[in-house]
């Protein structure tokens, strides 16, 4: 009897030492509750449209991301469209062709203007829509337009044939300037760039968020992959696309990086729907 209550509590001790360990990350609600992942996935497995707004470097995140993506996939099988912020509208016929199996991968990452962090954080996200024969559309504006209208404004434009016109949201769009995203990016600018700043910012999440409306179908899920600013507080392209379709369920899951993942900040409330704290300890993608 003395040696199993010994062997209970070395167990104790080692389960309690185990559990004071760093974390390396921590899921949250809305309202600051810890989850686990499967209640999160089950929660925005409700909606039309997941928004999972990212750290472009952070390796957890992008490991959620494919882990959420498998768990989709299991879940609506057939049943998925997805699309990235890392793609840019006008490759789209060059990552169809690829998909497709018509080109090889070699020249799609020569031709489609790749991100540098694509072999480690996207190509497993393209390569599981390869093999299922999902639809993964490049929703980003051009590059080149958002230069254009960050040194001339949407005036620049103007001049673009109307082929390339189909790359970017019909305009003109509103641009709220009130939303309070926008206002942090014209603080964090420091007057540089002027309007044109926040035009810029504008027309990427109005292209996006117009792909994301033209593509989406019933009974179909879209995941979205895009940088955490552009769907935080539900602005960005969450506001554009509910101005596109106010009936759209939307679901969005946002990240942070902190000293511990395991306390809730409540600067934190009213981000997203879920939130990943990711220990800021750790490494980066690039």
């Known amino acids: 009897m003395v040696n199993k209550i010994g062997i209970l509590l070395m167990s104790a001790m080692l389960l309690m030492a185990f559990r004071s360990g760093p974390s390396a990350y921590a899921i949250y609600n809305a309202e600051g509750q810890q989850v686990d992942f499967d209640a999160m996935l089950d929660e925005v497995s409700k909606a039309d449209v997941i928004f999972f707004g990212e750290y472009h470097n952070n390796p957890i995140i992008h490991w959620m991301q494919f882990e959420l993506l498998k768990s989709m996939h299991e ?17 789209q016929e060059i990552l169809n062709e690829y998909l497709a199996g018509v080109t090889s991968e070699k020249s799609f990452e020569k031709e489609a203007r790749l991100w540098p962090n694509y072999k480690t954080d996207y190509k497993p996200l393209v390569t599981l829509a390869k093999e299922n024969n ?16 960050y040194m001339s404004g949407f005036e620049g434009l103007e001049g673009l044939s109307k082929e390339a016109k189909e790359w970017i949201a019909p305009m003109p769009f509103e641009v709220d300037t009130n939303l309070a995203s926008y206002k942090e990016m014209m603080q964090m600018g420091m ?15 109005a292209t996006m968020a117009w792909n994301i409306y033209r593509n989406f179908e019933k009974k179909h899920k879209f995941i979205h992959f895009n940088g955490a600013f552009h ?3 539900y602005e960005g392209i969450v506001w554009y696309l509910k101005q596109m379709n106010k009936k759209l369920n939307v679901a969005t899951i946002s990240c942070a990086e902190v000293s511990d993942p395991m306390q809730w900040d409540d600067n934190s409330a009213g981000v ?4 990943i704290y990711v ?5 980066k993608t690039h």
Do not use: W
Not at 75 to 91: H, Q, S, T, V, Y
Not at 134 to 149: E, G
Not at 193 to 200: D, E, R, T, W
């Open 134 to 149: 999902y639809p993964f559309i490049a929703t980003n504006v051009p590059r080149r337009y958002a230069s254009t209208v």
């Open 231 to 233: 769907s935080d507080q």
């Open 191 to 205: 007057g540089h760039g002027g309007m044109n700043l926040l035009y810029a910012q504008a027309i990427k999440d």
């Open 279 to 283: 220990d800021s300890d750790m490494t």
């Open 272 to 275: 997203a729907d879920f939130l």
């Open 75 to 91: 879940r609506f099988p057939g049943k998925l469209i997805l699309g990235a912020e890392m793609f840019e509208a006008d490759n």
